[in-house]
């Protein structure tokens, strides 16, 4: 599907991934979450954790999983950013979104995001957006609220000790819910 972008930049194009897409998507994710080339864009977890964020399997799982949609979003034929819809019954759970460091702060997270939800209304007809954030990445967390997200206070604990998830540099890590009703959209 394409849809209109920001000003000035070219169309985008939203897709399922396939398994074919795993290597660039890690490449991609990895890149907007952890080490250097992360802080080249307006958010990171680079000084939150270390080591890797996601892998091929675990990307091929989501690709893969029945009631999931990896979004792969390209521009001018290159991948530039994406993200996970997973269907869980009234809502659907937003994850795995990465836009390519570079091209960060240019308004394509808004189109993405708006996206993203327009899709899982259609394909799911559910009421609520959900997502989990690192609940001290503040400002993150304010840009989703600008979107209209809210936190909810709901905390699950960060997995410390399963290297999957990356290497802690802090001790206060947890995931809040975040929650947005997309219904009336």
């Not at 893969?64 to 996970?84: F, K």
């Not at 709901?154 to 990356?166: N, S």
């Amino acid at each position: 599907m394409d849809t209109a972008t920001p000003p000035g930049s070219a169309r985008l194009t939203f897709r399922d991934a396939t398994d074919a897409d795993a290597p660039a998507l890690v490449a991609l994710i990895e890149s907007a979450y952890r080490g250097d080339s992360s802080r080249t864009g307006w958010t990171t977890e680079a000084d939150l954790l270390e080591g890797q964020r996601t892998d091929e399997e675990g990307v091929r799982a989501v690709i893969n999983a029945p009631a999931s949609r990896l979004l792969a979003v390209e521009r001018d034929g290159g991948l530039i950013a994406c993200c996970q819809l997973e269907h869980r019954g009234d809502a659907a759970y937003f994850g795995m979104f990465a836009v390519r460091p570079g091209a960060q702060g240019g308004g394509l997270g808004k189109v993405i995001i708006a996206e993203a939800e327009r899709t899982a209304r259609e394909s799911w007809g559910v009421r609520e957006m959900h997502m989990t954030v690192i609940s001290v990445r503040e400002e993150l967390i304010a840009w989703y609220e600008r979107r209209g997200y809210r936190r909810t206070g709901q905390l699950t604990p960060f997995p410390y000790g399963d290297e999957r998830f990356g290497i802690p540099q802090r001790d206060d890590l947890a995931f809040e819910l975040l929650v947005k009703n997309i219904e009336a959209l």
